[in-house]
Nanobody, 114 residues
Framework: QVHLVESGGGLVQPGGSLRLSCAAS????????MGWYRQAPGQGRELVAS???????NYADFVKGRFTISRDNAKNTVYLEMNSLKPEDTAVYYC????????WGQGTPVTVSS
């Protein structure tokens, strides 16, 4: 079992920045990769970014050049640095951990609005 706790969401103006954090606990040695999905109102969940245990990253095209994912293995924490935020980035952001099955955090809302 893997338990995920997210933090860092909130309200930000267009062009602003936010950093999301996701702390993992439990059977973390089984986790191969972690990352973030998001779900906007009325839409499906979509992958934002992921990072493997070795640090290999993957980004959705719509965040390339704006978002950066990183991990601190000593703290079992993954971060999502979000810059140049747009109103269309408004969504609930969910952290996930892939341990051959997917574990999910509770979600943290991000609202980009003036």
């Amino acid at each position: 079992q893997v338990h995920l706790v997210e933090s860092g969401g909130g309200l930000v103006q267009p062009g602003g920045s936010l950093r999301l954090s996701c702390a993992a606990s439990g059977n973390i040695f089984s986790v191969n990769a972690m990352g973030w999905y998001r779900q906007a109102p009325g839409q499906g969940r979509e992958l934002v970014a992921s990072i493997t245990r070795r640090g290999i990253t993957n980004y959705a095209d719509f965040v390339k050049g704006r978002f950066t994912i990183s991990r601190d293995n000593a703290k079992n924490t993954v971060y999502l640095e979000m810059n140049s935020l747009k109103p269309e980035d408004t969504a609930v952001y969910y952290c996930f951990a892939n341990a051959n099955i997917l574990y999910w955090g509770q979600g943290t809302p991000v609202t980009v609005s003036s």
